[in-house]
């Protein structure tokens, strides 16, 4: 089985001082065969170069060690055509069922990204923002589970 992390999970990878849902995680993924796969979209790249770009200077070296080991630990998955189609209709219907504006909608982009990822690609998309339930509940070929509940 194919797993697609988001950005907060996979800052919960690292976090084992700070954070009590780091055991939770490595418990879960310590259940994974070796069939399973751990993927990252290129976008949790983006989104921690930009968290780099806005920390202090002890916090960025750390920030920045994370990005390597993040880039050499998990297959990258980019975005594709194939999957922009799904994001077009992903984010048509949230915002039609949630009633939600054509500017409110916008805060869901890299989200909507995710799962459409998730879903071109076959996986299940792990992480604990309930955004991705919603998302689950419009449209049933994307997979979800939240490991750090």
Known sequence: MNFLLDTSTVAFWYDKDLNPK????HK???ELTNQDNLCISVLTLYELQYSISNADEPTKSLLQLMFEKTKNSFKILFLTEKGAQVYGDLKRRLKDV??????????????????SSAIIESCTLVSSDSDFEVLAEIDDRLKFQNWLD
């Open 22 to 25: 780091y055991q939770k995680l």
């Open 28 to 30: 879960r993924i310590s």
């Open 98 to 115: 949630k009633n939600i504006s054509r500017e409110n909608i916008k805060k869901y982009n890299i989200d909507i990204m995710l799962a």
